[in-house]
């Protein structure tokens, strides 16, 4: 996830052209590898969970990049990589047969970034790019706390959805490019370290 460098702009209609789709795909290819403990289980409401928990987690995650780029008064779209996706399914359904729990490498695409006047300062890309890790952390520690709330099975549903988005919020952190972490480690390293020790924090406490 994470959103790529700017390029030069193309005409409007190739820029709005596809995206939908990607998005789509994305939901699905995410769904299956979320809930592929699930799809081992055949349990068809736990995979139903699994959309859910990938449309807040991608799908915000995604929509936070692009509408902040926006808000800058850049061009972002979201764009499928659908060879991440495919090892992200493989991978999944392959450690939750073996392991028992799905491993998720969440690479599914970036959101890209157009712009006239060359790459938007480093404070303006760090602002793009933390805002979906920030997203998943707010929604992510929501579904948790909800989760206490309720009983069997909702709880542990709840507590996936939850879980799902602190992954994705840890994951993009990592400093390693072309991850969020990368981005906003380069504008600073102290606003890096504390939303990747929040993130790491609220991911292997809670769960």
Do not use: C
């Amino acid at each position: 996830m994470g959103y790529w460098g700017y390029r030069v702009i193309p005409p409007r209609q190739r820029l709005l052209h596809g995206e939908l789709f990607d998005l789509l795909i994305s939901w699905a290819a995410l769904t299956l590898a979320f809930g592929a403990s699930y799809i081992i289980q055949r349990n068809i409401t736990g995979l139903e969970v699994s959309a859910i928990a990938v449309a807040t987690a991608f799908i915000f995650h995604e929509i936070a990049h692009r509408e902040v780029a926006r808000r800058y008064g850049l061009i972002a779209k979201y764009k499928a990589w659908y060879m991440g996706l495919a090892l992200a399914v493989a991978l999944a359904l392959i450690t939750a047969k073996v392991i028992g729990r799905p491993f998720v490498l969440a690479a599914p695409g970036a959101v890209v970034i157009f712009s006239y006047f060359g790459p938007p300062p480093p404070q303006v890309s760090a602002k793009i790019a933390a805002a979906g890790p920030l997203a998943n952390i707010i929604i992510g520690v929501l579904f948790s706390i909800a989760s206490f709330t309720t009983g069997y099975p909702w709880n542990v549903y709840l507590s996936f959805i939850g879980s799902v988005n602190l992954w994705i919020a840890f994951f993009n952190l990592i400093p390693v490019p072309p991850l969020d972490g990368s981005k906003i480690m380069r504008y600073s390293f102290t606003t890096w370290l504390a939303l990747f020790i929040l993130a790491m924090v609220l991911f292997f406490v809670i769960f």
